[in-house]
């Protein structure tokens, strides 16, 4: 499976404009540019909550697929947010643990200067 391509032809990650940049070995990587559109402030760009979730949830899911080659819908996702993202975001994700069920990837959203943005944990089905 072209795992960068299966995620970038979602509908809704294509929309906010999300990259998965890689995807290999239980890891993955992916950003999205801020653009007006994205923010929750009309005076700065400040990334809406929801962008932010959905980068981490998207490449979480990337890392996980990279061992299955299999699509993994989402089962849960847990997020703290730290900072508001105030640049285009990047996230690194990893999976923690791959189960007969389920697996549980944990993924660190930071912002163009490498600063915190969110830390997320996310499990995923995985039969």
Same mark, same amino acid.
């Given at each position: 499976?072209?795992?960068?391509?299966?995620?970038?032809?979602?509908?809704?990650?294509?929309?906010?404009?999300?990259?998965?940049?890689?995807?290999?070995?239980?890891?993955?990587?992916?950003?999205?540019?801020?653009?007006?559109?994205?923010?929750?402030?009309?005076?700065?760009?400040?990334?809406?909550?929801? !962008? +932010?979730?959905?980068?981490?949830?998207? =490449?979480?899911? &990337?890392?996980? #697929?990279?061992? %299955? $080659?299999?699509?993994?819908?989402?089962?849960?996702?847990?997020?703290?947010?730290?900072?508001?993202?105030?640049?285009?975001?990047?996230?690194?994700?990893?999976?923690?643990?791959?189960?007969?069920?389920?697996?549980?990837?944990?993924?660190? !959203? +930071?912002?163009?200067?490498?600063?915190? =943005?969110?830390? &997320?944990?996310? #499990?995923?089905? %995985? $039969?």
């Amino acid at each position: 499976m072209d795992i960068e391509s299966f995620f970038e032809g979602m509908p809704f990650a294509d929309l906010l404009g999300i990259d998965v940049t890689e995807a290999a070995e239980g890891h993955a990587e992916g950003h999205v540019p801020m653009r007006p559109e994205l923010s929750w402030n009309e005076n700065q760009l400040m990334a809406h909550g929801g !962008v +932010t979730f959905t980068l981490a949830d998207t =490449v979480g899911g &990337a890392a996980l #697929v990279s061992l %299955t $080659d299999q699509p993994v819908p989402t089962v849960d996702m847990r997020i703290d947010y730290l900072e508001a993202g105030t640049g285009d975001l990047h996230a690194e994700a990893d999976v923690l643990r791959r189960g007969g069920s389920v697996g549980v990837v944990s993924v660190q !959203v +930071t912002d163009e200067e490498g600063t915190p =943005v969110a830390d &997320a944990r996310g #499990v995923y089905k %995985t $039969d």
